[in-house]
């Protein structure tokens, strides 16, 4: 069975600091991987996708990294602020699949205190 | 939220009633999609289209049904509402299944059931 497995399940650091997110997945055969912010009563938002072939992909103050071998995957975030607070989703598509073929992870709720 | 929208956004209503939730689209994208998010949960599949009038089934089916008669508009109906119903309910569009084409999620429709 296809899952996405995500820790910690949540996060509590101080603004400023970095932290790191962590995925893991046994979703095969692998196409890509997406990772989602989800700020509360709001829907998800992409904050990148990455194939098998990417190893590590950035956007702004976030960067994720993808080890297709073990098949995990990290979202780093730099610098933190009060506006990362957030749930933080990673969600891993097979290249099999049509459009049922995305398995989503619970998710990591991360919180920036001042 | 890329040009969807989902009324309503928020419906209390009463065990045995039907319920309608409607997702509207300006970005034209074939694919359409209905989710439900619960607490313990990651997003999970409960109706999807690839085209007016295709529609298939995913997960978390039972106890709903979809319609899509146009391309803008994706339908939702609880035929007779249940407590296990309440839940969070975000519809999500796609252009193509394909990498690097993305999912964008709308704002959700938090629904009750009493």
């Known amino acids: 069975k296809n899952q996405v497995e995500q820790s910690p399940q949540s996060l509590i650091i101080l603004e400023g600091k970095n932290c790191t997110l962590q995925c893991n997945y046994t979703v095969s055969p692998f196409s890509n991987l997406r990772w989602y912010k989800q700020d509360t009563g709001r829907g998800p938002v992409s904050l990148t996708i990455?194939?098998?072939?990417?190893n590590t992909k950035s956007n702004g103050r976030y960067t994720a990294t993808l080890d297709a071998d073990t098949k995990q995957s990290s979202l780093h975030i730099t610098a933190s602020q009060l506006s990362d607070s957030a749930s933080y989703i990673c969600?891993?598509?097979?290249?099999?699949?049509?459009?049922?073929?995305?398995?989503f992870g619970k998710g990591t709720h991360l919180i920036i205190q001042p | 939220d890329a040009g969807i929208t989902q009324s309503p956004r928020h419906k209390v209503t009463e065990t045995g009633t039907p319920v309608t939730l409607r997702c509207h689209q300006t970005?034209?994208?074939?694919?359409m999609y209905w989710y439900r998010q619960d607490p313990g949960h990651g997003l999970r599949l409960i109706h999807y289209s690839y085209g007016v009038k295709d529609t298939d089934k995913g997960e978390v089916s039972d106890g709903y049904s979809v319609s899509r008669s146009k391309t803008e508009d994706f339908l939702l109906t609880l035929e007779s509402a249940t407590s296990s119903q309440t839940s969070v309910y975000f519809c999500a569009i796609s252009e193509k299944l394909s990498y690097p084409y993305e999912q964008y999620f709308g704002p959700g429709t938090r629904l009750t059931v009493t």
């Open positions: 990455m194939t098998f072939s990417e």
């Open positions: 970005e034209n994208h074939r694919y």
């Open positions: 969600v891993v598509r097979n290249s099999g699949g049509g459009a049922d073929g995305l398995t």
